[in-house]
Every structure is written in structure tokens, then in C-alpha cells.
């Protein structure tokens, strides 16, 4: 069993900056892929962003590329996302979650989801 618990979000004008904390216990972290995803109001969850156990390897979904920043802290057990550059569009529920079963990156097939935690970027 794994447990993910989200923080940082909020509100906050466009352009302006978040970073959100993942924070994992149950398992060894340090040896599992971490994802960042995100539902907005209406719209099915999408990937954003994910990070391999070393941080050796990490994938962006396009629309972030260039203003999202995913890192881990495998001694912390923290997985992070700096936001900057934020757009109303990327107004949603973030989640982070874990991949127990792979060893290279995935964007689909997680096995355990935090419960999210709120973003609001005004325009």
C-alpha cells in the first residue's frame, strides 16, 4: 500500500507561479517512476509530467513544456512541480501518482493516486 498526499495548490493570476508537493509513504520511493496529472472541470484527467526513480529521465506533456519542472527529493520521499508561466488553462484538480510495475516512464497505468489538490490560475 501506498499513500500520496498533494499540497501547495491555490489561486494565483496568470503568470504567475505554484509548486506543488507530493509527499509518498507506504513503499520504497526511491525505486518507482512518479507522474504528475491534472483534471479540469468537464475534461477527463491528462498527463502532465513524470519523473524515473533516479530523475535521470523525465517526460512533459507539450502544452508545460518549457514552464512546468518536475524533480524528486528520494530522500524526503517528495515528488515536486514547479508551475511558472500559469495560464487559466491549466486551471485543475493536480494529482501525483506512482508507477510500481515499469522501469522506464509511462503516461498511462499508474498504480496509486493522491487525492489531488486544487489549482486556479485567474485571468
Known amino acids: 500500500q501506498v499513500q500520496l498526499v498533494e499540497s501547495g495548490g491555490g489561486l494565483v493570476q496568470a503568470g504567475g507561479s505554484l509548486r506543488l508537493s507530493c509527499a509518498a509513504s507506504?513503499?520504497?520511493?526511491?525505486?518507482?517512476?512518479m507522474g504528475w496529472f491534472r483534471q479540469a472541470p468537464g475534461k477527463e484527467r491528462e498527463f502532465v509530467a513524470a519523473?524515473?526513480?533516479?530523475?535521470?529521465?523525465?517526460d512533459y506533456v507539450d502544452s508545460v513544456k518549457g514552464r512546468f519542472t518536475i524533480s524528486r527529493d528520494n530522500a524526503k520521499n517528495t515528488v515536486y512541480l514547479q508551475m511558472n508561466s500559469l495560464k487559466p488553462e491549466d486551471t485543475a484538480v493536480y494529482y501525483c501518482?506512482?508507477?510500481?510495475?515499469?522501469?522506464?516512464?509511462?503516461?498511462?497505468?499508474?498504480?496509486?493516486w493522491g487525492q489531488g489538490t486544487q489549482v486556479t490560475v485567474s485571468s
Open positions: 501518482a506512482i508507477d510500481l510495475r515499469r522501469f522506464g516512464l509511462s503516461r498511462t497505468g499508474y498504480d496509486y
Open positions: 507506504g513503499r520504497t520511493f526511491s525505486a518507482y517512476a
Open positions: 519523473i524515473s526513480w533516479s530523475g535521470g529521465s523525465i
